[in-house]
C-alpha cells in the first residue's frame, strides 16, 4: 500500500486550502485515514482522523476549522482547512489504519506518505 498526499502549498493566514491523501491498490472504505503534522522542531502530531465506517475525529486545534472527508470518486481522502493560522505550518502527512479505526494514536497507522508543505503566511 502506498498513500500520496498532495495539495500543500503557500496561503496567507485567515486563507483555505485543500489536501488529499490518495491510495495507491486499495479503497479507503476499507481503512481508517488520519492526518498529522510535524512544524519544524517539533514533534509529529494528530490532525484528523476518518474510520472505515465514517466517523471523524479532530485535534482540539483542528475542530470548528479543518474538515476530513472521503471523495469516492477520486478515492482520495481529503483535508479542508480554513481559517488558517501560521501555527498551523507544518508538513502533513496521511496514514493508514488497516483495522479502520482511525484515531489520534499513531501506533494504530502502519503506512505512511511522503507528506505535503503547507505554509500559512502572517
Known amino acids: 500500500v502506498q498513500l500520496q498526499a498532495s495539495g500543500g502549498g503557500l496561503v496567507q493566514a485567515g486563507g483555505s486550502l485543500r489536501i488529499s491523501c490518495a491510495v495507491s491498490?486499495?479503497?479507503?472504505?476499507?481503512?481508517?485515514i488520519g492526518w498529522f503534522r510535524q512544524a519544524p522542531g517539533k514533534q509529529r502530531e494528530f490532525v484528523a482522523s476518518r474510520s472505515r465506517s465514517g466517523g471523524t475525529t479532530y485535534a482540539d486545534s483542528a475542530k470548528g476549522r479543518f474538515t476530513i472527508s472521503r471523495d469516492g470518486g477520486r478515492n482520495t481522502v481529503d483535508l479542508q482547512m480554513d481559517s488558517l493560522k501560521p501555527e498551523d505550518t507544518a508538513i502533513y502527512y496521511c496514514?493508514?489504519?488497516?483495522w479502520g479505526r482511525g484515531g489520534s494514536p499513531q501506533s494504530r497507522y502502519e503506512a505512511w506518505g511522503q507528506g505535503t508543505q503547507v505554509t500559512v503566511s502572517s
Open positions: 491498490g486499495r479503497t479507503f472504505s476499507d481503512y481508517g
Open positions: 496514514a493508514l489504519d488497516r
